[in-house]
């Protein structure tokens, strides 16, 4: 299994194959190919911080290249500062093949799941576009 660090996905994650990533995985989705677990969250205080862990999880089939996968995205919240993970295992052989430290992975997963709504939802002849939000995932 490897660790994929924050710096490695940075090096090689850019917002255009997030697009196409998530639009596949949509579209799997959709056609009923892909399975996902609803997030699961836990909330408590610990010496006045607010914490709370969140789990979710998907299985994706092979997308050409891609194999498939059954992957885990689990987080932590401390006074609304986050820590993202995301473990992904082989669904041929149920070995685990990578953890991704993925703060980064978590910002540009939430840009492109945006603009792939936008672009299908969208009417053909709009000009404007606002985005609401706040922290990393407005920026």
């Not at 697009?19 to 010496?47: D, M, P």
């Not at 709370?52 to 401390?78: F, N, Q």
């Not at 980064?104 to 792939?116: D, G, K, P, W, Y």
């Amino acid at each position: 299994m490897r660790m994929i660090t924050e710096a490695e996905v940075a090096a090689v994650l850019d917002p255009d194959s997030a697009v196409v990533a998530l639009r596949a995985a949509f579209a799997q989705h959709g056609r009923g190919q892909a399975q996902v677990l609803a997030r699961h969250r836990a909330t408590a205080s610990h010496e006045g911080a607010a914490l709370a862990i969140s789990a979710m999880g998907a299985i994706l089939g092979a997308d050409g290249e891609l194999p498939a996968v059954l992957g885990t995205k689990v987080y932590s919240a401390r006074n609304g500062k986050y820590n993202f993970l995301v473990s992904l295992f082989s669904a041929d052989t149920g070995a685990a093949l990578a953890t991704l430290e993925a703060n980064e992975f978590t910002r540009l997963r939430t840009a492109a799941a945006s603009a792939v709504a936008a672009d299908l939802l969208a009417l053909p002849d709009a000009k404007t576009l606002a985005v609401f939000g706040a922290g990393i995932q407005g920026r």
